[in-house]
């Protein structure tokens, strides 16, 4: 069980970006860009794509919509609902005819994209009740289970979680088997140590994210095998986790210094969890409102997630 201070702490750090995150959307139902959260395309002209992974803030608004905390004025807000549903309309309007998404430059056909705006945009259709883009859907899995970055831990779960998660909104057997599959490759990949590849060795901060999107995948589909790669995973990061929630970044394969929670609370890792508040109260370790445009909304999702949790 998440001690109360520390669940409301991550609720109120979650909650902190909402303004800076709406902010990043078309809210504008009359324009053609309705729905786009990425600022630097729709608004400043910088860039002349969108980047999908934008479109993740539409999971983060579900969670804000449909849930009701201390302090969250936007729980069940009609206008909520409205641009968590254009970010996921928006999300299949930019899809590439093949089923994958960009994110860096145009026709990139970017695996990590592909696999995290999917998961998004199918806990955004199921938290709200939305009528899902199936086709959109069914496109992204069949692109999913053809594809694989097996040298990226956090993307290879996540492409799993994508392809169970449509698997269950859908109905639809073959992704599940597929999502399955997938999960095993990384268990089966898992180091000696621990640590899931992350181009070629452990780092902390993917680490973290890896174990949120194992454990948020067993609880779709439970399985031993999981839970004892998620052991594995946890004790890598028992051996690295100060007391103050710091680690040594450097040493890391990625040199990371985020750290994602909800997995640990998933777990009830307690020790861990306390380093990690340690840090949250101390000031150490990086918070979702410190994050630049393009990642802040992720670790305030999971935050949500982690300060929600039962």
Known sequence: MLLPEAQSFYLRQGLAIAERVLGLGDRDPVSPTFGCFDRYYWHYKALDFPNARAQEIGHYLAVLYANRFEGNRYAGEAMILKWAEAAVRFWSQIQNRDGSFNE??????SFCATSFSTYA????????????????FHRAAEWLYKN??????????????????VADLLGDEFPARKAEER???????????????????????YQSLTISLLAAYRTKAPDEAIASALRKATAFLDKRLREDGTFDYRACSRQTQFFYPSGLVRMRE?????RHWNGCRAGTVLLPSWMDDRYCFQLGTDYLIAGLED
């Open 104 to 109: 860096w430059w145009p026709e990139e056909r």
């Open 121 to 136: 945009a199918v806990e955004t259709v199921r938290i709200l009740g939305l009528t899902p883009p199936m086709a959109a």
């Open 148 to 165: 694989n970055n097996p040298a990226v831990g956090n993307q290879v779960a996540a492409s799993a979680l994508a392809l169970r998660a």
């Open 183 to 205: 999960v095993r490759s990384l268990v089966d990949g898992q180091d000696p140590e621990g640590f899931f590849p992350e181009y070629g060795g452990g780092d902390v901060g």
């Open 270 to 274: 307690v020790d861990l969890l306390l």
